[in-house]
């Protein structure tokens, strides 16, 4: 058989186009295949995989070695049509009779032409749709047996509208999509059957394969033209889609050019008129700010290089920006600008004691290093202080009196639920909207390198992915390593060893060790009465009075009436809910005023309950009268101290022991640890050896909503459960607190100060206290020690003496025998305690 060569010239050009023609030409004059009575063909079958070919629809397809070359070989050599099977799954190897749709299409095959890479095209021609009846033959290629499918071509009326809105919808698909010739259309308006209008639209649009099959199955034409009309409409909602956003990138593209030739213009007026270009202009004022600022030498350096990469970006490249700001960060730090400090002591002083009463540490420790500055050291240091205490105890504000005392700029950063460490160094120039962290930009801020900074709520940092924050402040707040503090967004080394940094918390449990460790901690204890009414009579009131709108002196609070608002209506370490209450009073006296009403001009007891309603809080008492198995323990909670009776029952049992009051371990733990005391001194005592297999032990903290825990009540458990079990009252005017040891050893307790003031609030006279806590009564104000005795203590035999009330006669429990006289009753040891303690006290 006659092959020709490929004609190894360009596509477009008059050789090629005539070769084709040929070919197409050749093509069509093949003729159908005729079918026999009952309509069926027998021709060479050709697989197709991924092609599908309509009727009358022409299309070049490519050849390897193997049976379907074998096929179109022998066609070709008979001059007859072929049959094309197409595959269900384009994807299989080895295809079955069973793995074809059951449509084919007859097609007619032209020349073969010979390619490089040793393979052949043609161009093929879609005749007939056929039934495909049964293979023939299968080696060494297909033939088949198919019946001819006769499709109608009456045009009904709807069949017509159906045709003119798929013409309509493909009009606009040419108009929309470049890869389709305007001939399309033309050619499409000329067809005049739907079904070959159908197989024209489909063969023109981009549909995947699984389509082109749907297609092909379809033998009515007007479903099949349904289709396509649907086919259509979702294929010009895409070319829509892409059309808009070409032409939104479209307008983008021309008015970047029209601002560039503009902006060129621009340039070139502004030369000819002397004026010189505005970016330039500002580049060079960029360059005179970083001369003349007073910049470090290695910052000056930096800046510089930055402003030649400015001038030599065009003023619309997008690192125009980011220079900028960079540069206008570097120009409004103050890298040199102090403040000068006021050195006068006895001002800074006077300006602390006219803002807050107390606080005594705080404001000796601010003397002390306004003291040392005033001699001027060879290298002053600034102190890093950490305010610790209750919410409302001014450490916030104590940090702006000082601010005021030394003359220095005030800033201060909340650091509560700062988690993400850039907000602590800042972000990298990498990112999109960069900027410094906190740091940089409060000292920014402040205007000045010696600020009194401020970090408030220190202890509330948190810590994710992003990074810990509580260690990028390790270099804040080092001394070491501030005077060179780096940030990610300056990458250059900035001096904060002359700012003055002040840290507040609530708690430093919260706090990491190594950042603890770089400060110094000033503990601000919780107010008691006596100071929170000298703060309501110095700085509340008349700032509320004020607030209000009354005149000073307008009205007057009793101290009874200030001191019934401390305790009935405030529970709290500070004085802020103190001030919020005080200020119910005087907005509830400018009402009446405004309204031409009586008011009270003297705010007495019966005045508060008028205005602000029946008593939130009730404070403790001591014990009215002395009890067996009920002792008063000491106890400090974050609002200040308060008193806690521990109750002790004993019940018939099986020697189990029970407590509750919601109860932590620790507190559970010093339970066990004075139930096995007592269990050791049984015999001292005085108590029944099976006392405690018959009898259960129940231990009761009251208030049982509120949580518990500590080791301090381990005295006070222990002496109730002696109490308890040897029928013996305990004083009602005595209050303890300390920790006990198997061996009956009092240990220390933290809290001491706050239980006292407790202590005194609630009546008591006498308050047993640890030996080593001796050392905390130095805060203690002098009227609570002269009102109260304080004895302190080693040992239970000393709280046993002082606590218990000597022991009654007892007819019920039988008599035992006399002890030796190494050995000494339990009433002997109270007695030997009282008598060493009181030793102790001459």
Not at 46 to 51: E, G, L, N, Q
Not at 580 to 596: P, Y
């Amino acid at each position: 058989m006659k092959k020709d060569n490929w004609i190894q010239k360009d596509r477009d050009s008059e050789e090629f186009s005539s070769a084709l023609h040929q070919r197409t030409e050749e093509l069509y004059q093949m003729p159908d295949a005729v079918p026999d009575k009952d309509g069926v063909i027998e021709c060479p079958a050709m697989v197709m995989r991924d092609i599908v070919v309509f009727p009358r629809m022409v299309a070049p397809i490519f050849i390897t070695p193997g049976p379907n070359l074998l096929a179109i070989q022998e066609a070709q050599f008979g001059f007859e049509t072929m049959i094309a099977l197409v595959a269900k799954d384009p994807e299989k190897e080895d295809l079955t009779p069973a793995d074809f749709l059951s449509i084919g299409m007859e097609i007619a095959v032209g020349r073969l032409l010979d390619i490089p890479d040793g393979n052949n095209s043609a161009l093929i021609q879609g005749r007939r749709r056929l039934e495909i009846l049964e293979f023939v033959q299968l080696e060494p290629h297909y033939r088949v047996r198919a019946r001819v499918i006769e499709e109608p071509t009456e045009v009904k009326r709807q069949t017509e509208a159906l045709m003119r809105t798929t013409r309509d919808l493909f009009e606009r698909c040419v108009q929309l999509d470049r890869s389709l010739p305007d001939e399309a259309h033309l050619f499409s308006v000329n067809i005049h059957e739907p079904g070959w209008l159908a197989d024209m639209v489909a063969t023109a649009i981009s549909l995947p394969f699984y389509e082109r099959q749907a297609l092909l199955m379809l033998v009515n034409p007007m479903e099949r033209l349904k289709r396509v009309n649907w086919l259509l409409a979702q294929e010009l909602d895409v070319l829509q889609l892409e059309d808009e956003i070409q032409n939104r990138v479209q307008s983008e593209v021309d008015r970047s050019q029209r601002e560039f030739y503009l902006r060129e213009q621009m340039k070139a007026i502004q030369t000819e008129l002397g004026e010189g270009d505005i970016f330039t202009r500002e580049t060079v004022e960029l360059r005179e700010k970083v001369i003349s600022a007073q910049l470090p030498d290695e910052v000056r350096v930096t800046a510089l290089k930055e402003v030649d990469r400015l001038q030599q970006m065009p003023a619309m490249a997008p690192e125009v920006g980011i220079i900028r700001t960079y540069l206008d960060w570097i120009l409004e730090l103050p890298w040199a600008f102090e403040s000068e400090d006021n050195l006068d002591v006895a001002h800074a002083a006077a300006v602390l004691e006219k803002y807050h009463y107390g606080l005594g540490k705080a404001k000796d420790r601010i003397l002390e290093y306004i003291a040392v500055r005033s001699l001027k050291p060879r290298k002053p240091r600034q102190p890093i202080l950490c305010f610790v205490g209750a919410p409302g105890t001014g450490k916030t504000s104590l940090g702006r009196s000082i601010a005021e005392a030394l003359g220095r700029k005030f800033v201060r950063v909340s650091l509560g639920g700062v988690r993400d460490e850039a907000e602590i160094r800042g972000h990298r120039r990498t990112y999109i909207g960069a900027l410094p962290g906190r740091i940089l930009q409060t000292m920014r801020r402040a205007g000045t390198v010696n600020p009194l900074f401020m970090l408030d709520e220190i202890d509330k940092l948190g810590a994710d992915f992003r990074g810990d924050p509580s260690a990028a402040l390790l270099e804040v707040l080092d001394p070491e390593q501030n005077h060179a503090f780096s940030d990610h967004y300056l990458e250059l080394s900035f001096d904060l060893s002359k700012v003055m940094f002040i840290t507040t918390a609530n708690y430093l449990g919260y706090i990491p060790s190594a950042l603890l460790d770089r400060m110094e901690v000033i503990e601000f204890p919780g107010y008691i009465e006596e100071e929170k009414l000298e703060i309501a009579k110095r700085f509340l009131i008349p700032r509320q009075v004020e607030e209000s709108g009354l005149e000073d002196n307008e009205i007057v609070f009793q101290e009874q009436a200030l001191s019934k608002i401390i305790r009935e209506y405030t529970y709290e370490a500070g004085v802020r809910n103190l001030e919020r209450e005080i200020g119910r009073m005087t907005r509830k006296v400018a009402r009446l005023k405004s309204e031409k009403k009586h008011y009270p001009t003297h705010l007495i007891p019966k005045t508060v309950e008028r205005f602000l309603g029946p008593p939130q809080f009730f404070q403790t008492q001591a014990e009215m009268q002395d009890e067996i198995g009920v002792a008063t323990a000491l106890a400090w909670t974050e609002n200040g101290g308060d008193i806690m009776p521990v109750e002790v029952l004993i019940l018939d049992g099986k020697g189990a022991m029970q407590i509750t009051g919601q109860i932590g371990d620790v507190m559970q733990e010093s339970a066990q640890a004075g139930l096995s005391y007592l269990k050791s001194r049984a015999k001292e005592l005085d108590i029944e050896s099976d006392a405690f297999e018959r009898l259960d032990v129940h231990i009761h903290i009251p208030e049982g909503a509120i949580p518990k825990d500590g080791p301090s009540a381990g005295i006070t458990i222990a002496t109730a459960l002696i109490s308890a079990f040897t029928e013996r009252g305990i004083s009602k005017e005595v209050g303890m607190t300390g920790e006990i040891t198997l061996r009956g050893k009092v240990l220390p307790v933290g809290g001491i100060r706050e239980k006292l003031l407790a202590a005194h609030r609630a009546g008591l006279k006498t308050i047993i206290i640890p030996e080593r806590n001796m050392k905390d009564l130095v805060d203690l104000p002098k009227k609570i020690r002269q009102d109260l005795k304080i004895v302190p203590v080693t040992h239970m035999d000393q709280v046993l003496g002082l606590a218990l009330r000597p022991a009654a006669e007892k007819k019920s429990r039988p008599k035992r025998a006399k002890a030796p006289k190494e050995e000494k009753s339990g009433a002997a040891l109270a007695t030997d305690g009282k008598a060493e303690v009181e030793k102790a006290g001459k």
